[in-house]
């Protein structure tokens, strides 16, 4: 992904932005999609085929390479002067940082040792990286990019994109999972809304930037995700396929709206030869917010479900005529089933606490929303405290 935007960079700046529509796709369309098509290849056939099913477009793809894209003269002089110890470090630092993120939760974080580890490797291996990158003369990545206002900016507002944008693709199947008993298939039809209005809106993003401030669509675009994150932010354990359509759809219109103008911002006052550097860093921070994201929602999800049961615990007690009277209904309807008493008041009192339980987690997948609506609508400001970048590339003045 870095060097196909890098390709893009390269392009003149009248194909740029184009160019940066058909990226959308994979940045956002592609992800959206997902779910829908892995749900359909997991129920039909196995869940295995996920996995081969790169072969056929990726053979497409690498013919499209050599045909479409212009061969460059090797020079095997560039060898003797790469960084090599930033690339060393930087690998183990982000793959140990990316390894911590998505399985800490799952084991615990700090009080498993292999978790310990490689938070202790991702800590001294991406100082190690900063120190080399700052210190080098020709860095793998020039990490002062980020000194500079569009650049840096833009690159926040990517970090809390990914956050958001892997984060709605974490939260969604999992509460259609666990709170509707969602199949993949189910699963996959309800996501596809985020996905598929993204095909007919996208390609008139180009033409409205040529119209109106790239800042200013972005931010726009922004507030739309913001938004539908909101609307997801107050279901019940009764929100199915059919309320969360409208959320899906209010979220593609505003990812495409948001993601060409962003990477304009972004990337317009680059010099042609930090490209490499620039778009390096670009995908990686939205990459690295996805796993920060789903590390630091599938934790809130944890500590909130565990508030909200406590909470809802203290209003459910054997002296509440309430509770007594729902105790002594599934009690009954138990009996009726062939159960005897004892039985029945034991799988009564399971019943009430199951119930408990679900309502703890729709609330605590509903913070997790309101969180992450709110992250969008925080770094929406950033943008506009960028500079104002022509449509294809350059600052203002070269726009005109």
């Known amino acids: 992904m870095p060097l196909a935007f890098q390709v ?17 796709v994979t940045a956002t369309f592609a992800p959206a999609i997902g779910p829908t098509v892995g749900g359909y290849l997991t129920e039909m056939f ?16 690498m013919i499209a390479i050599v045909y479409g894209i212009d061969k460059e003269p090797k020079n095997f002089q560039l060898l003797k002067a790469i960084d090599r110890w930033g690339i060393i470090t930087m690998a183990i630092g982000l793959s140990s940082l990316t390894i911590f993120l998505e399985e800490g939760e799952r084991k615990d974080w700090f009080s498993d040792k292999t978790i310990l580890v490689l938070a202790i490797l991702a800590a001294i291996f991406i100082t190690a990286f900063l120190i080399v990158e700052i210190k080098t003369k020709n860095p ?18 990517n970090f809390v994109v990914g956050l958001a944008m892997y984060g709605a693709l974490y939260l969604l199947p999992l509460y259609l999972s666990t709170i509707q008993n969602y199949n993949s298939i189910d699963i996959g039809k309800t996501m596809m809304w985020a996905g598929l209005p993204q095909l007919f809106i996208i390609p008139f993003v180009p033409k409205i930037l040529t119209k109106v401030d790239g800042r200013w669509l972005a931010f726009a ?14 279901m019940t354990d009764q929100v199915g396929y059919d309320q969360l359509m409208w959320s899906q759809i209010v979220r593609a219109m505003g990812q495409p709206l948001l993601m ?9 006052l680059i010099a042609r030869e930090q490209a490499g550097s620039a778009s390096g860093l670009f995908n990686m921070l939205r990459n690295l917010g996805g796993s920060v994201g789903i590390a630091v929602l599938s934790t809130l999800m944890s500590l909130r479900e565990k508030f909200h049961s406590a909470k809802l615990v203290e ?13 002594t209904a599934l009690k009954q309807a138990f009996m009726l089933k062939g159960f005897d008493a004892v039985t029945a008041g034991q ?8 119930t408990l339980r679900k309502q703890a987690n729709v609330m605590s997948f509903n913070d997790c929303f309101h969180v992450v609506s ?9 943008i506009l405290l960028c500079d104002k970048v022509g449509a294809g590339g350059g600052g203002a003045e070269g726009a005109h």
């Open 8 to 24: 893009i960079l390269g392009m003149p700046p009248s194909k740029r932005t184009t160019g940066m529509a058909l990226f959308a």
């Open 46 to 61: 196995h869940w295995s085929i996920v996995f081969y099913m790169n072969l056929l477009p990726g053979i497409f793809l």
């Open 140 to 157: 793998f990545i020039n990490l002062r990019l980020l000194l500079q206002k569009n650049f840096g900016f833009g690159c926040l507002v």
């Open 221 to 234: 675009g922004i507030n739309i995700f913001a938004i539908s994150c909101y609307m997801n932010s107050h």
């Open 260 to 268: 060409v103008p962003l990477s304009t911002i972004t990337n317009g």
């Open 315 to 327: 209003g459910v007690t054997l002296y509440d005529h309430g509770t007594q009277d729902r105790l």
């Open 347 to 354: 799988k009564a009192l399971g019943a009430v606490d199951m």
């Open 374 to 382: 709110l992250a969008l609508v925080a770094s929406s400001v950033l």
